[in-house]
């Protein structure tokens, strides 16, 4: 049977101190007036009851380097440790939040800043936020990894040669790149720039998708 709420007496309230709207110091020409507004459940409460902090899992890679299968697998994984993860998928961000984006290089840093920002709000609700984005230009991972919470950010860079990646080719997107049917396709007629210093680097061509999962959940000391 479902128990009865406790009455109002029993239960623990914390108050924050100083815990009122302030200016923001990034607001711009157009955002004018605004603040940032903060509840009042602090950060190491929200670690404290989920039993983990909230963090950004930033995996890069090319097109069918195996992002999204990994991310998958990833928060299966992480549902079943009983931890709350999410994932941030660079296809499903463009049928909404994105949608009005294309794939020049603007547009492309544009979805990534979006993604960072989004991550962030996800990592600072406590959640364990993985992300499934080519992000081809380390200017714009470097701003996510600024974006997120301090020292909760890893970047996993999902590596596999360009040459498996048209071998797998789940879209079909490599040989309309090949084509000239899709312009400025990242590893083709686009650049990707690799990592220099990824927290950690994952050979998709040699390492199944099970011993990819727990090198990340090693990473994050969340194995069982």
């Not at 380097?65 to 990994?70: E, F, L, P, Q, R």
């Not at 899709?182 to 050979?203: H, V």
Request: proline share 7%; net charge neutral; glycine share 8%.
């Amino acid at each position: 049977m479902n128990q009865p709420p406790a009455p109002a007496e029993q239960l623990r309230v914390v108050i924050v101190a100083d815990n009122h709207a302030r200016p923001t110091g990034h607001a711009q020409p157009k955002s004018a007036n605004i603040r940032w507004n903060h509840g009042k459940v602090t950060p190491e409460q929200r670690t404290e009851h989920n039993g983990h902090p909230g963090c950004v899992v930033w995996l890069t890679g090319l097109s069918g380097s195996g992002k999204s299968t990994v991310a998958i697998e990833l928060e299966r994984e992480m549902f079943n440790l009983g931890r709350h993860a999410c994932i941030l998928d660079g296809d499903n961000l463009r049928h909404g939040l994105c949608s009005d984006l294309g794939f020049s290089q603007g547009d492309r840093k544009e979805n990534i800043r979006r993604a960072g920002e989004v991550a962030r709000l996800f990592a600072d609700a406590g959640l364990i936020c993985i992300t499934a984005f080519i992000s081809p230009y380390r200017s714009d991972r470097e701003l996510a990894r600024r974006t997120a919470p301090p020292g909760r950010f890893l970047e996993i860079y999902i590596n596999a040669p360009v040459e498996v990646c048209e071998q797998r080719d789940p879209k079909g997107l490599y040989a309309k790149a090949r084509r000239g049917e899709i312009k400025e396709f990242t590893g083709i007629s686009a650049p990707y720039e690799t990592p220099f210093e990824p927290e950690l680097e994952l050979r998709t061509d040699r390492l199944g998708v099970g011993e990819c999962v727990s090198a990340i959940l090693a990473r994050l000391s969340l194995t069982r």
